[in-house]
């Protein structure tokens, strides 16, 4: 069937097959890339993680990078001398043993040494005649004492030279004319003529026990040592917000870190209630006259020729002392301390001590008011950045790092106040916790504060020596020795530490 206007045929020339053979294939050329303009794919970069470089490295800039930084090390330095301070605190409580090794004998031997005692003094008018007549009740039969007073301070030679009319037996003045003075120089003066086979310092302002030189004869005698280190602990822990945190500090210090250097090997010895045999004093000359931590120098070259260094405490035989009267003081102490550390680890004696790691304690104790400097410095910039600027979310929760330790050891400082009012017979108020508590940020910024003067005073050669002025203040705070005793006042002596009433009698 045929639908009507289609042709009934198919032309001939669409059924006849091609017999025109194809052309050769061609292989297509490669474009020229069009130029890239503003906003094209060409202009978006490969893909990073957001605020990155590479996916790697945060994209900050110079400035971010030190501000950062300053923040992580302060963070990081703070932790670590928050956990070092808070592992050696502890020491005695994790090794008791440690603290029952050092414990003085309760029943003395027989004498066997001739003892010297050197009191310097400067300017100490209020304190020295009853400190001469507190060392003049010592039990022990064979001692003598020496006063060293300046040649321009006529009131404290009168104080000495009245003493010495009292004790005629135990007592000689010998007059410094150096110029300038220092502790270290007079001490050298007086052993030129020091009689005695063992040497004994003592401060000005010191209370000492009656008893102490026997139990300390009996030390040498028991350990062969070469050197003694007896306790010290101040006493006025409720005159300021400062000396509470003072008192907790040798506390702290005596009754367990010092311990803990007996053990390693490496003792810093402190500036008074400290025996020497004379061989070895006569062996080192003497203290370092140019140093304004005379004790621990003399303390880090007799443990580098090998002398042996015991440690001596009973919390009731320690020698009594006052915090400085005044928060200046203070600071100008612990300036001095801490630029006499600096002397001592650039003087480079420690690096003669035989085992790596007294030589590691060494530099790190003697180092110690490097860290504090930086980090008093850093501390300020680290604060001002992450107030005033956004910090990254891992940073800021690095900055909390240090507080853990320190909370830790506040919550330490706490139990150790209310444990050395126990031993001392002085019960803390809540207020003096509370000051405790309050006081920890603004007694670490003096330290750094003190830290950076002494680092300062160090690199302009000032190596002068900034007197601590005494008052009396451990004898007007009317302390007694151990609890369940009567109060000791001005005059009297301390107790017999075997008597029935004393605690480590009655275990």
Known sequence: MTLPGLPTAVPEALTRPATVDPGPLLTPQPLDPAPAGPGSPADVPAATAPGTVSGLLPDWS??????????????????????????????????????????????????????????????????????????????????????????????????????????????????????????????????????????????????????LLELVDTRFEETGADVVQGGVQLMNFQSSWWSLRNVLEYYFWFRSRLHFHARSRFIPLGGNTVFVRREWLDWSQGWDAGCLAEDCELGVRLSSAGARVVVAYSPDVVTREETPGTFVSLFKQRTRWNQGFLQVLGKGEWRNLPTRRQRGYARYLLSMPFLQAATGLLVPVSIALVLLVKVPTPLALLTFLPLVPTVVTVAVEVAGLAEFGRLYGRRPRVRDYVRLVLGTFPFQVFLAAAAVRAVLRQLKGDSSWEKTEHTGAHRDADVAPTRGERTLVAARPYPHPTSPTHPEAAR
Not at 76 to 90: D, K
Not at 95 to 110: E, Q, Y
Not at 134 to 160: K, M
């Open 62 to 211: 110079a400035g971010e990078w030190l501000g950062y930084g300053a923040i992580a090390l302060v963070a990081v330095a703070l932790t670590a001398i928050a956990l070092s301070t808070l592992w050696w605190m502890l020491h005695a409580w994790r090794d008791h043993a440690a603290l029952t090794a050092t414990r003085f004998s309760g029943v003395a031997r027989p004498a066997a040494h001739r003892f010297t005692l050197l009191v310097p003094a400067r300017h100490e008018e209020e304190v020295l005649g009853q400190t001469l007549d507190r060392l003049a009740q010592q039990t022990h039969p064979d001692l003598e004492i020496i006063a060293i007073v300046g040649h321009d301070d006529p009131g404290t030679e009168l104080v000495a030279r009245e003493a010495a009319a009292r004790h005629p037996d135990l007592i000689r003045v010998v007059v410094d004319d150096s110029v300038p003075k220092n502790k270290p120089k007079a001490l050298n003066l007086a052993l030129t003529v020091a009689t005695g086979d063992v040497v004994g310092v003592f401060d000005a302002e010191d209370e000492v026990h009656p008893r």
